[in-house]
């Protein structure tokens, strides 16, 4: 049977897909962003029908057998990772997997076992080197970094403490203290 691609107008055999009705090939070649986009439709109605969540609860309980869905595994590797790789501190890792969606104890436990024995203080002075951050020249720079440090995951008490080691003017950094703890 002769059918005409719908996006190019040429006129191709066309192909049997399921038995029930003539597929149109193109003879510029397959479209799989449509068949992808086709088959991500019909799982999502699949999964909405009784056997279709009935079917996607088997699967995750096999592969949570088998050890591919771990959520205690995931957690310590994410944790390692970000403190290990991108020098983030403990408050960043605790936000970005509640994020994920994993319970609060697997995340304490991981979050615990990964930073114990850690020194927050080199961690966060490691951080700044990575990213290439200095002295602060004048309290517009020392507030940026404060945020920085604090959005990295750094208690309060560790980021000033830094901070105080650079000799920066004490009212000021009174005055930000204040406005960090209020935020808290």
Not at 50 to 70: A, F, H, M, P, W
Not at 112 to 140: M, Q, W
């Amino acid at each position: 049977m002769l059918v005409r691609c719908s996006k190019h107008g040429s006129w191709t055999q066309g192909a049997a897909g399921d038995g029930k009705r003539t597929v149109p090939v193109c003879d510029r070649g397959p479209r799989p962003a449509d068949a992808l986009s086709r088959r991500v439709e019909t799982v999502a109605v699949e999964s909405e029908t009784e056997i279709g969540q009935t079917l996607v609860e088997l699967v995750i309980r096999r592969l949570k057998d088998q050890g591919y869905l771990n959520d205690a595994s995931y957690a310590a590797a994410y944790s390692q990772f970000r403190r290990e790789n991108q020098k983030f501190g403990p408050r960043r890792v605790i936000t970005d997997l509640k994020a994920k969606g994993l319970h609060g104890e697997v995340i304490q436990a991981a979050v615990d076992s990964t930073f114990a024995g850690v020194n927050e203080e080199r961690l966060a002075r490691e951080y700044l080197r990575r990213k290439r951050i200095g002295k602060p020249e004048n309290n517009k720079d020392a507030s940026r970094i404060v945020r920085q440090l604090i959005r990295a995951g750094f208690s309060s008490a560790t980021t000033f403490k830094i901070i105080r080691n650079w000799k920066m003017q004490e009212e000021f950094l009174e005055e930000l203290e204040n406005e960090v703890e209020s935020r808290d």
